[in-house]
């Protein structure tokens, strides 16, 4: 029987077409499933790297939008950073082209000048009297503090030019950036920094030829990772002779006191710490901040002190003798042409004349970077012959007084240091350069023979006895042959170096904390202090302006296109600029610097820089400072030493 054919319906069809289109090897090849295959194969070539593609394109956009808003993230930063507020009012900073927040000519004290010269400075200790200082009527003002003011006024060296204001006493404020919240934990040490050469020169103002090269250089100020602050003291007869009138010496000395205590009092503004304050002198700076540590009234105003070379003569001067002696240089002439009150001297430019390059060279040429003459004609002289450029400092028995000269009267951590040859500042003779060996026998036995059986042993002692110590090579230091080279260091041990070693002695049998170092390195010849003396050694501040990293903005060192013509020396003076930063770096903070080796009461450790490198060599003083000795006949050498 045939059974009749019944229609199909839609289930039926749908099932069907899924039977027709299953097979035993699975899936027929549909459109659908061609499409859905295709990707399949694709997906672990084409789609694996359009992902990757696209994740690298969102990185990249990433990167570009942090480099384009970051800047404008910083300037907002950067805002709120260059604005702070002290006890004299709100100050607007600028961010310098190098990076550095930067607060230039800010008061610290009411300027020096009318009833005010010749008097101790007046601080800015109320509402008053910082509006007086600050010229306005007003104490809710914003004040601009952009701009560089003048130095203290003062004689160019040779020239006499006059340059500066009396109205001088300013500070500069350079502090790091950071991108971390101004809390206690995070405030920086601060770094104060006295300047000044023969306390008649120096500023901190930009442009003035003498101080080229004495501003913290903005890797100087990254590196050690602290707050710099730079200022003007009066200096020169305004700063360090007593007016018969008034009779208060040591005025530039006050001055620097006023600073420290502003700073103790406002640098938290800034995110200093002020209680982690390191002085830090060079030059005759150096010499005031050795006086401000042994004085009752420095007490607690710093934590650390950093001094290079300062003048190790006992203070002689006493406030009597001053006012005698000023009494003397103001009273007024009338072929001078000058002010005159009460029959002294009043205008500023007619005072510093009193201290002119005319009367001042002829100290250096005799004095202070001469060799000792201790031949019995010199011993015999007159002392109303000599210069009163020796007797600075006043031992008034307050500020300065000689009984604690070298008695401190607390305890501070110290970094005392020199270079190897000071007194090649400023050679003299001028012609030394031109000397062969046998004048320069001559001259030596000129000026320390003192018979003529010691003749020949002291020739042999002299030339032999000094050798630059080395680093590379411990165990052979090299002997000295260069007249010039020789001269300067002969001069140099007994001026400071020596001296300095038995004041080392004197302090640490007191439990004084000091690290002694001995900088020696050689340079391009260059005029770092507007002298006229060109110089290549380790000169007197040199270690200052290689801490400071001075020589790369100081106009006459790069005037010869030295950066781009031998990038070799550069590279070795940038060495050594990292060595000072990254002890500084770790002395501001700890009060210690772990590679340099510290002085002993029965061992004067000395830490000799050299190419870069920290060594102690054995003893490499001792027999210098043993010549010596014997030349003079005995152990005691501060009477040769610089005077203050």
Not at 275 to 300: D, E, I, K, N, P
Not at 379 to 404: C, P
Not at 439 to 459: C, N, P, T, V
Not at 555 to 576: A, R
Request: net charge negative.
């Amino acid at each position: 029987m045939i059974r009749s054919q019944q229609p199909t319906t839609s289930v039926e069809g749908e099932v069907d077409q899924i039977s027709w289109e299953e097979t035993v090897l699975g899936r027929s090849p549909s459109v659908s499933n061609l499409r859905v295959s295709e990707c399949r194969r694709r997906f672990t070539s084409v789609c694996w790297l359009n992902l990757v593609l696209l994740f690298t394109l969102m990185i990249a956009i990433a990167v570009i939008l942090y480099f384009v808003v970051q800047p404008y993230i910083q300037a907002r930063n950067y805002q709120a950073q260059t604005v702070v507020n002290t006890l004299c009012g709100t100050l607007q900073g600028f961010v310098n082209s190098d990076g550095i927040i930067t607060f230039l000519g800010i008061p610290y004290a009411l300027a020096p000048v009318g009833v005010n010269r010749f008097k101790r400075p007046v601080e800015l200790t109320t509402q008053e009297l910082c509006k007086q200082a600050w010229g306005t009527n007003s104490s809710d003002m914003v004040h601009l503090v952009t701009q560089y003011k003048s130095p203290c006024m003062q004689l160019e060296p040779i020239t006499d030019k006059l340059v500066g204001n009396e109205d001088c006493l300013y500070a500069n404020v350079f502090v790091p950036v950071s991108d971390q919240p101004l809390t206690p934990s995070t405030a920086r040490p601060v770094i104060v920094q006295i300047s000044g050469l023969f306390f008649l020169y120096g500023g901190s103002a930009a442009g003035l030829s003498v101080t080229a090269g004495q501003q913290p250089h903005a890797r100087t100020v990254r590196t050690v990772d602290a707050i710099h602050v730079t200022f003007n003291h009066r200096i020169g007869p305004l700063g360090f002779l007593t007016h018969p009138r008034t009779k208060q010496p040591n005025l530039g000395l006050y001055d620097q006191l006023a600073l420290l205590r502003w700073i103790r009092s406002n640098i938290g503004a800034f995110g200093g710490d002020p209680t982690r304050v390191t002085l830090f002198g060079y030059g005759s700076g150096a010499t005031c901040a050795l006086a401000l540590s042994q004085s009752l009234l420095g007490h607690s105003l710093f934590d650390r002190l950093w001094i290079s070379a300062p003048a190790l003569g006992l203070p002689k001067l006493s406030l009597e003798e001053a006012v005698t002696h000023s009494e003397q240089l103001f009273e007024c002439n009338s072929s001078l042409n000058a002010s005159c009150e009460a029959g002294y001297l009043n205008d500023g430019p007619s005072i510093l004349r009193l201290w002119s390059w005319f009367h001042m060279e002829p100290w250096l040429k005799q004095g202070l970077f001469s060799l000792p003459d201790l031949t019995s004609d010199s011993m015999n002289l007159d002392k109303s012959t000599r210069s009163w450029f020796d007797r600075i400092l006043v031992d008034d028995g307050n500020l300065v007084d000689a009984r604690r000269w070298y008695n401190p009267t607390y305890t501070v951590p110290t970094v005392i240091g020199q270079t190897g040859h000071e007194a090649a500042l400023y050679l003299a003779p001028v012609t030394v350069p031109f000397w062969d060996e046998t004048f320069y026998q001559q001259y030596l036995l000129g000026r320390l023979a003192q018979d003529e059986s010691s003749k020949m042993d002291l020739i042999t002692q002299l030339r032999f006895a000094l050798t630059d110590p080395t680093c590379s090579n411990r165990s052979q230091p090299k002997q000295i042959t260069d007249v010039e080279a020789h001269l300067t260091s002969l001069i140099t041990d007994a001026r400071y170096t020596c001296p300095l070693t038995q004041v080392v002695r004197k302090w640490t049998e007191q439990g004084q904390p000091i690290y002694r170092y001995y900088l020696i390195s050689t340079h391009r010849r260059f005029d770092p202090y507007a002298l006229s003396s060109f110089v290549s050694l380790a000169f007197h501040g040199w270690d200052g302006m290689l801490y400071l990293r001075g020589y790369l903005s100081h106009p006459d060192y790069i005037s010869s296109g030295l950066v781009f013509s031998n990038e070799q020396e550069v590279d070795d003076l940038l060495q050594m600029s990292q060595l000072l930063n990254r002890a500084m770096h770790e002395f501001s903070r700890t009060g210690r610097i772990r590679q340099w080796k510290p002085s002993e009461s029965d061992w004067d450790h000395v830490n000799l820089i050299d190419e870069g490198q920290v060594c102690r060599p054995w003893k490499f003083l001792e027999q210098r400072c043993k010549v010596w000795e014997h030349l003079i006949g005995s152990p005691d050498l501060l009477h040769l030493a610089w005077p203050v």
